[in-house]
C-alpha cells in the first residue's frame, strides 16, 4: 500500500454547487499533488502545495483552489461546478517537490457532476 | 512544447505471451520519460523511468523500456503477461528540470491479458 488515503471515494454534485475532496500524505511527505483524470484521458496537473503554499499551477481556472495544513494533509476545493468538471481526482505525495518520479498518488476520488 | 502519445488505447495479449504497449514522444527538450500502471481503484504507481543515464531501463514486475532517440519512442515491454498485469498504464513525459505544470500524461493503454 503507498499509504496515501482520499475521501470520499466517491461523491454526486449538482452543478453550480461546491466541493471538498481531502487528500492524506504519505508519513513523513511536504509536499503533495493534485491531478484531474476525465475519462478516457491521462491526469492533468492542477497544483501542487509545499510546505502549506502552492509551488504550482496547472491550466485550471481559480474556482479550483486547495489547501495544504501543518500535517501535510491537503484539500482541493471547487467552487461552482460545471458538468466537465466529472473526473477522478488523484492527490499525490512525495518527500520533495519537483520529483515526479517520487510521487506516490492515492486512488482517487470520483466525482460525478450532473 | 512536450507531447506523449500512446498509440494504443487498448492491447490484448494471451498469458505468457510478450506485452509491447507502444508510447511516442516529442519534445524541444530532453526529457524524462515514466511508464506508470493504474490498477482499478488503486492509484498509479511507478513502473519505470529514464532520466538521463541507461536508454534500457528495467522496472518492476519484470518491465522494460527503451529510450530510442531517432525514432522518439519509448516503448514498454514484458517477455511473458501474468493475468495480474492487466491494468492501464501511463506513458509520462515531464522536463529534467522545472515544475509539474509541464508533465504530459498520455492518455493511456488498456491492457487486457486472456487466460
Known amino acids: 500500500e503507498t499509504g496515501v488515503t482520499q475521501s470520499p471515494t466517491h461523491l454526486i454534485k449538482t452543478r453550480g454547487q461546491q466541493v471538498t475532496l481531502r487528500c492524506s500524505s504519505q508519513?513523513?511527505?511536504?509536499?503533495v499533488s493534485w491531478y484531474q483524470q476525465a475519462l478516457g484521458q491521462g491526469p492533468q496537473f492542477i497544483f501542487q502545495?509545499?510546505?502549506?503554499?502552492?509551488?504550482g499551477r496547472g491550466n485550471f481556472p481559480p474556482r479550483f483552489s486547495g489547501l495544504q495544513f501543518p500535517n501535510y494533509s491537503s484539500e482541493l476545493n471547487v467552487n461552482a461546478l460545471e458538468l466537465d468538471d466529472s473526473a477522478l481526482y488523484l492527490c499525490?505525495?512525495?518527500?520533495?517537490?519537483?520529483?515526479?518520479?517520487?510521487?506516490?498518488f492515492g486512488p482517487g476520488t470520483r466525482l460525478t457532476v450532473t | 512544447a512536450q507531447s506523449v502519445t500512446q498509440l494504443d488505447s487498448h492491447v490484448s495479449v494471451s498469458e505468457g505471451t510478450p506485452v509491447l504497449l507502444r508510447c511516442n514522444y516529442s519534445?524541444?527538450?530532453?526529457?524524462?520519460l515514466f511508464w506508470y500502471v493504474q490498477h482499478p481503484n488503486k492509484g498509479l504507481q511507478l513502473l519505470l523511468k529514464?532520466?538521463?543515464?541507461?536508454?534500457l531501463v528495467k522496472g518492476i514486475n519484470g518491465f522494460e523500456a527503451e529510450f530510442k532517440k531517432s525514432e522518439t519512442s519509448f516503448h514498454l515491454t514484458k517477455p511473458s503477461a501474468h493475468m495480474s498485469d492487466a491494468a492501464e498504464y501511463f506513458c509520462?513525459?515531464?522536463?529534467?528540470?522545472?515544475?509539474?505544470?509541464?508533465?504530459?500524461f498520455g492518455i493511456g493503454t488498456k491492457l487486457q491479458v486472456i487466460p
Open positions: 499525490a505525495s512525495s518527500l520533495d517537490r519537483g520529483r515526479l518520479n517520487e510521487q506516490y
Open positions: 519534445s524541444s527538450y530532453s526529457p524524462s
Open positions: 502545495y509545499y510546505r502549506e503554499e502552492e509551488n
Open positions: 508519513s513523513g511527505h511536504n509536499t
Open positions: 509520462v513525459g515531464a522536463p529534467r528540470s522545472g515544475g509539474y505544470q509541464k508533465v504530459t
Open positions: 529514464y532520466t538521463s543515464a541507461a536508454t
